[in-house]
C-alpha cells in the first residue's frame, strides 16, 4: 500500500487549503482514513478520520468546525478542506490508513502513511 499526499503549501492566516491523498496497491474502500500533523518541536497529534464508509468522521477539538475530511472511493483519495486557517495550523501533515472500519485517534494503530505534506500559514 502506498500514500501519497499533497496540496500544501503557504497560506495567509484565514486562507483555505485543501490536501489530497492518494492510496494505491490495495482497496482504497477497506480502509478508514486518517490526518495527522506534527509541528517543529511538538508531537505528532490527530487532526481528522473517516471511516470506511464515510458516515463516520472525527475531529480534533483544535480544528473542529475548520477543517473538513472527506472521501472519494472512485478516485481512492482522502482529502481535508482546511478553512479559516490559524499560524497554530502550521505543521506537516501526514495521511494514514487503517484497517479498521471506525477509524482511531492513536497514531500507533494505523497501518500505513504517507510521505507528509508541508503546510504553512503566515501570520
Known amino acids: 500500500v502506498q500514500l501519497q499526499a499533497f496540496g500544501g503549501g503557504l497560506v495567509q492566516t484565514g486562507g483555505s487549503l485543501k490536501l489530497s491523498c492518494s492510496m494505491s496497491?490495495?482497496?482504497?474502500?477497506?480502509?478508514?482514513m486518517g490526518w495527522f500533523r506534527q509541528a517543529p518541536g511538538k508531537e505528532r497529534e490527530f487532526v481528522a478520520a473517516?471511516?470506511?464508509?464515510?458516515?463516520?468522521?472525527y475531529y480534533a477539538d483544535s480544528i473542529k468546525g475548520r477543517f473538513t475530511i472527506s472521501r472519494d472511493d472512485d478516485k481512492n483519495t482522502v482529502y481535508l478542506q482546511m478553512n479559516s486557517l490559524k499560524f497554530e495550523d502550521t505543521a506537516v501533515y501526514y495521511c494514514?490508513?487503517?484497517?479498521?472500519?471506525?477509524?482511531?485517534?492513536?497514531?500507533?494503530?494505523?497501518?500505513?502513511w504517507g510521505q507528509g505534506t508541508q503546510v504553512t500559514v503566515s501570520s
Open positions: 496497491g490495495h482497496i482504497f474502500r477497506h480502509y478508514a
Open positions: 494514514a490508513a487503517d484497517t479498521n472500519y471506525v477509524p482511531r485517534i492513536s497514531g500507533e494503530a494505523y497501518d500505513y
Open positions: 473517516i471511516s470506511w464508509s464515510g458516515d463516520h468522521t
